[in-house]
Nanobody
Framework: QVQLGESGGGLVQAGGSLRLSCAASTRTFSSYAMGWFRQAPGKEREFVAAISWTGSTYYTESVKGRFTMSRDNAKNTVYLQMNSLKPEDTAVYYC??????????????WGQGTQVTVSS
């Protein structure tokens, strides 16, 4: 069982930046692929970014060039650096983990989410 805890959400103006963190409670963190998803009000949850065990990253088209996902295996933590934020980035952001690297789907473990609100 892996527990995930997100932090770093908040309110920011359009064009601003936030860095989300997700800490995992497992000694084998380096063997997990990690993902970020988001869910806006009235919409389905959507894939944002993923990172493999080796650090390979994968992004949804709408965030390429603005968001960067990284991992620190020594700290059991992944990050999502979000720059040039837009109002349409407003959502609850969720961290996810899985032993298989299928970037956009089928994650076994999920965090509780952190709210990101971007004002225009």
């Amino acid at each position: 069982q892996v527990q995930l805890g997100e932090s770093g959400g908040g309110l920011v103006q359009a064009g601003g930046s936030l860095r989300l963190s997700c800490a995992a409670s497992t000694r084998t963190f380096s063997s997990y692929a990690m993902g970020w998803f988001r869910q806006a009000p009235g919409k389905e949850r959507e894939f944002v970014a993923a990172i493999s065990w080796t650090g390979s990253t994968y992004y949804t088209e709408s965030v390429k060039g603005r968001f960067t996902m990284s991992r620190d295996n020594a700290k059991n933590t992944v990050y999502l650096q979000m720059n040039s934020l837009k109002p349409e980035d407003t959502a609850v952001y969720y961290c996810a983990a899985d032993r298989s690297f299928r970037p956009t789907r089928n994650y076994d473990y999920w965090g509780q989410g952190t709210q990101v609100t971007v004002s225009s």
